[in-house]
Nanobody, 123 residues
Framework: QVQLVESGGGLVQAGGSLRLSCAASVRTFSSYAMGWFRQAPGKERAFVATITRSGGTTYYADSVKGRFTISRDNAKNTVYLQMNSLKPEDTAVYYC????????????????WGQGTQVTVSS
């Protein structure tokens, strides 16, 4: 069983930055591809970014490319999402997820999920 705990959400003005963290309680963190998803009120959960087991390759949704950066520290069992130039449309609950398969854009590919952290961007 893998437990994921997100932190770092909050309220920020448009143009500001936040850094989300997701700590995993598992011995073999490096065996998991990791992803970040978000869900706004009334909308489906949407892909944000994903990173391979080694951290060598990353993928992003077009809506965040160039503004968000996913990274991981396998020694600390933690994945991060640095969010810059935030926009009101980035407002959502952000979830991290772990997959024993390869990186993927679809939530169904992920085996474990955190509880989510709220990000609110004011205009």
């Amino acid at each position: 069983q893998v437990q994921l705990v997100e932190s770092g959400g909050g309220l920020v003005q448009a143009g500001g930055s936040l850094r989300l963290s997701c700590a995993a309680s598992v011995r073999t963190f490096s065996s998991y591809a990791m992803g970040w998803f978000r869900q706004a009120p009334g909308k489906e959960r949407a892909f944000v970014a994903t990173i391979t087991r080694s951290g060598g390759t990353t993928y992003y949704a077009d809506s965040v490319k160039g503004r968000f950066t996913i990274s991981r520290d396998n020694a600390k069992n933690t994945v991060y999402l640095q969010m810059n130039s935030l926009k009101p449309e980035d407002t959502a609950v952000y979830y991290c997820a772990a997959s024993l398969q390869a990186t993927d854009y679809f939530p169904t590919a992920y085996d474990y999920w955190g509880q989510g952290t709220q990000v609110t961007v004011s205009s």
